[in-house]
């Protein structure tokens, strides 16, 4: 069994920071591309920052600048340090991760459960 657990959602003011964190356990093979995503509410799940397997990292616009995405391939984390943070960043939170299992099977996508960020004004 895969999983993926996300920490470090919280509430913060604006124009402060948050570090989320996502451990992946389970019986693994390799993990291609992690990720972060976001879901506010009445919103479709959106991208916010993707990073490959060699550190190749992909932003959405709206956080370009502010937030960077790291992972530890030794540890299977992924990290997401959160800066400059704003109201419209408020969202739950949800870790990514495109995981092979055996060397045999194509990679699956495998989510968390989810993290709620709040930004206060």
């Known amino acids: 069994q895969v999983q993926l657990v996300e920490s470090g959602g919280g509430l913060v003011q604006a124009g402060g920071s948050l570090r989320l964190s996502c451990a992946v356990s389970?019986?693994?093979?390799?993990?291609?591309?992690m990720g972060w995503f976001r879901q506010a509410p009445g919103n479709q799940r959106e991208l916010v920052a993707t990073?490959?397997?060699?550190?190749?990292?992909k932003y959405a616009d709206s956080v370009k600048g502010r937030f960077t995405i790291s992972r530890d391939n030794a540890k299977n984390t992924v990290t997401l340090q959160m800066n400059s943070l704003k109201p419209e960043d408020t969202a739950v939170y949800f870790c990514?991760?495109?995981?092979?299992?055996?060397?045999?099977?194509?990679?699956?996508?495998?989510w968390g459960q989810g993290t709620q960020v709040t930004v206060s004004s």
């Open positions: 389970g019986s693994i093979f390799s993990i291609n591309d």
């Open positions: 990514n991760a495109q995981i092979k299992r055996s060397r045999w099977l194509g990679a699956l996508e495998y």
């Open positions: 990073i490959t397997s060699i550190g190749s990292t």
